[in-house]
């Protein structure tokens, strides 16, 4: 990938009128002519879509649950019909249970890998995920990041974000320490289409990590959150409108903290409907 600082190269544009939809993300497209969208490969006359058009099945009204452990627990939540779904990150182990599930997205494993993270077999375990052929419960796939620094990340991050994009999955920009201020991340916003805070534990539970949270939510993206593993947590980014959050709380003591996770998300459904 090089070592000179690089920017990516410009979504193309054209005019929608003459652009064809499988042009989409890229455009923007006018709603009516996205009739084609390649990551739901919805087409048909009476149907339309928008830059989220992946999104809206599975959009509730509090955030969905992405769980890095499977278990009896979270295919309880499932059968259910709870806001439960997995994350899956290389080594998981989680591939052949994620079919089983309403929706699932695919970390990238910068954090648990560290210095041994190799994008190249990354990308690699990524392009041999389910359902590579329609892709549909695939809510989004994180570009490598860098913890806790938002410029490393956008450099680590760019060279690999249309290359997801190519797969037909969504991909994820880790919104590390520091992006607020950080130029290329918001002017290069056609380039990504999630927006996953990440950053330490002080970042991003911080009012910057939430003004960011709103600003991408602006520009129409959806929201992540990384690392909830408290009710505290995830009450407080509930209150931010996020999309999903992932966690291991399930980790240890799977039994009792399902029950404890399944009150959780049932609490807020109900505290989302009563306003």
Known sequence: ????????????????????????????????????????????????????????????????????????????????????????????????????????????????????????????????????????????AVAPDVVCDAEATWQRSWPWLELVRALGIPVALVAQNGVEAHVATWDNDACWDVCFIGGDTDWKTSAEARDVAREAQLRGKWVHVGRVNSWKRIDRVAEWDVDSVDGTYLRFGPDANGARLARWLQRLDTNKTLF
């Not at 709603?31 to 009476?46: G, L």
């Not at 089983?100 to 990238?108: C, E, L, Q, R």
């Open 1 to 140: 990938m090089g070592s000179n600082p690089a920017q990516p190269v410009a979504a193309p544009t054209m005019d929608p009128a003459i652009a064809g939809p499988a042009l989409f993300p890229y455009g923007p497209l006018r709603e009516a002519d996205a009739r084609f969208c390649p990551y739901c490969y919805r087409d048909a006359p009476d149907r339309t879509c928008s830059t989220q058009a992946h999104w809206p099945a599975v959009r509730r009204r509090s955030p969905l649950y992405l769980s890095g452990v499977e278990c009896a627990a979270t295919r309880g939540m499932a059968a259910a019909h709870m806001a439960i779904g997995l994350m899956l990150q290389p080594h998981s182990g989680l591939e052949s249970a994620a079919p089983s599930y309403g929706f699932w997205a695919a970390d990238n494993g910068c954090f648990t890998q560290g210095d041994q993270f190799d994008p190249h077999r990354w990308f690699g375990w990524l392009a041999g995920l389910p359902d590579v052929a329609v892709r549909r419960r695939c809510l989004f």
